[in-house]
């Protein structure tokens, strides 16, 4: 399967939905001589729209007991039509905590500048600051002012030059010799645009900023407690090891792509009430991690006469190829007719969310439809009940043509 990086490079980027927020790793705002040992990070995807973030770090200090200024950023929203927040608390962005060795840190918030800003193009004092080890940049609203053409930068007058910005966190950890743990917790809105339900973006690359320049043991776990969730992430980052579902009830399986020529793949998943999990060693990313909802591949496949593929996320309206595909008797040619093809069509994305769960159909071509489908997971165990579904959900199936 061909061109899925390019798009899902292209939707990440383009006008065509709204940007919340990324997560991103803890990291020194000037170089030190402290190592990560290990750490794993959890990400909850639920159906509410908000990614919860779980991170347990264990950092080696092998010299004098010392103070480092630690710190956490997130880029700014596109989109979502609020002002900039002044304070520097991240609009999207709430139950922000760390624990240092038992102890909660107090934190404090501020504008900087965002660090998407390629050498040659960030404004002369990032890149002075960058030439001095410092990773983080106060964004001074004295000299700074608001683009009166676009809101969401800011111009400096006296040097001609524009910027964006992002949102820091920032704390004073006092490391001990030896092991130290943190824990560090958050949610976030989700993204969304068009051709993918949600987006969870998470930076990597910061943490190459410790002494390490890795993270000696790392583990990722994604979860999908009570609901499903399908996406693909990008294999760039995990070389060297597979993902695997390691709780409930999921799959997964690597898809060929073709990013402008080179080559490269995803890993496409399906957890329901699930865990997936990567693991590996002297763990050094290239790139940062984005987690996408699968609907993305809808956009791609080529059909050649295969199975359309049926995408849904409870948490966000239904969506399927089916919904804007035309000449539907290409892809149902036994129904005889393109309005036979149309009815059946109706048929599956009414039962979408008993699929979602998955029901054993009792009729024949819908069973048959579903079970050509690579997401669905039959469950003959599962029984519908009155609060199986949400109010959208019963809305849809009972439509006419549901089975149910």
């Known amino acids: 399967m ?13 006008n065509d939905g709204v940007y919340f927020v990324n997560g991103s790793h803890l990291e020194p705002l000037q170089e030190t001589d402290i190592a990560i040992k290990k750490e794993v990070l959890t990400i909850t995807l639920n159906d509410n729209g908000i990614a919860y973030v779980e991170v347990d770090y264990q950092f080696m200090n092998n010299g004098q007991a010392k103070d480092v200024t630690m710190g956490f950023e997130a880029n700014a929203p596109y989109n979502d039509g609020e002002p900039i927040k002044l304070s520097g608390a991240h609009p ?12 909660v840190l107090n934190y404090r918030n501020g504008l900087v500048f965002a660090e998407t800003f390629d050498d040659d193009d960030a404004p002369k004092e990032v890149k002075e600051a ?3 080890g410092q990773y983080y940049v106060p964004l001074d609203l004295n000299r700074w002012k608001f683009d009166e053409e676009n809101s969401e930068r800011f111009y400096n007058a ?9 949102y820091a966190y920032y704390f004073n950890a006092h490391f001990n010799n030896g092991l130290n743990t943190v824990r560090h917790t958050y949610s976030y809105r989700m993204s ?6 949600f987006e969870v973006p998470y930076w990597l690359l910061p943490a190459m900023r410790w002494a390490n320049h890795q993270i000696d043991d790392f583990t990722l776990r994604i979860r999908a407690p009570k609901c499903t969730k399908h996406f693909i992430i990008d294999n760039t980052p995990f070389k060297g090891a597979s993902f695997r579902v390691t709780e409930g009830k999921g799959k997964t399986r690597v898809l060929e792509t073709n990013d402008f020529d080179d080559i490269s793949t995803v890993t496409e998943v399906v957890l329901r009430d699930g865990t997936l999990e990567w693991h590996g060693n002297n763990f050094r990313p290239k790139t940062n991690m984005d987690i996408e909802s699968a609907d993305v591949l809808t956009y791609l496949v080529e059909w050649d006469g295969k199975p359309i593929p049926t995408y849904y996320d409870s948490g966000d309206t239904y969506m399927s190829a089916l919904t804007w595909s035309g000449e ?10 393109e ?7 109706k048929r599956v994305n009414h039962n979408l969310p008993y699929a979602h769960r ?13 079970e050509s489908q690579w997401w669905y997971m039959p469950d003959p165990t599962w029984k519908p009940t009155d609060d199986s579904f949400t109010k959208h959900e019963w809305e849809m199936m009972q439509s006419e043509n549901a089975e149910q």
Request: proline share 1%; net charge positive.
């Open 130 to 132: 960058r030439q001095q």
């Open 158 to 166: 006296s040097t001609d030059e524009y910027a964006s910005h992002a």
């Open 92 to 103: 999207y962005i709430s139950d922000f905590s760390v624990v240092m060795n038992g102890q």
């Open 358 to 370: 998955g029901y054993v159909f009792k009729d024949a071509k819908l069973r048959r439809y579903f």
């Open 2 to 14: 061909a061109a899925i990086m390019s798009l899902m490079t292209f939707t990440a980027k383009a």
């Open 339 to 345: 309005e036979k093809a149309a009815a059946f069509a």
């Open 328 to 337: 539907l008797i290409n892809y149902f040619p036994g129904e005889g007719t």
């Open 192 to 197: 969304f645009g068009v051709g993918r339900a």
